[in-house]
Nanobody, 122 residues
Framework: QVQLVESGGGLVQPGGSLRLSCAAS????????MGWYRQAPGKERELVAG???????NYADSVKDRFTISRDNANNTVYLQMNDLRPEDTAVYSC????????????????WGPGTQVTITS
């Protein structure tokens, strides 16, 4: 069984930065896709960014040019660098892993992290 362990959430002011990390507990676990979805109160869950084992990425339009996803395959860890944060980025961010399709739809996600709160407020 694989657990995804997240870190790096918190509270920052608009324009600030945060870096999220997500590590898989099983060292032989090697999912094709890993990344982050988020869900704000009263809104549907949405993809933030995903990255394949080979390095292909998929970003939500709202975070392109502000967020960067990266991955350390050797350590089964994925990172999300978030810059120029805005109040509308406030949400619970959940790490995921799964097949390629999980980078487009949460229906295909096979493992979820517990979620970490990101709050952007002045």
């Amino acid at each position: 069984q694989v657990q995804l362990v997240e870190s790096g959430g918190g509270l920052v002011q608009p324009g600030g930065s945060l870096r999220l990390s997500c590590a898989a507990s099983n060292s032989i676990f090697s999912p094709n896709a890993m990344g982050w979805y988020r869900q704000a109160p009263g809104k549907e869950r949405e993809l933030v960014a995903g990255i394949s084992r080979g390095g292909s990425t998929n970003y939500a339009d709202s975070v392109k040019d502000r967020f960067t996803i990266s991955r350390d395959n050797a350590n089964n860890t994925v990172y999300l660098q978030m810059n120029d944060l805005r109040p509308e980025d406030t949400a619970v961010y959940s790490c995921f892993s799964g097949p390629w399709a999980s980078m487009s739809s949460s229906t295909f996600v096979t493992n979820w992290g517990p979620g970490t709160q990101v709050t952007i407020t002045s």
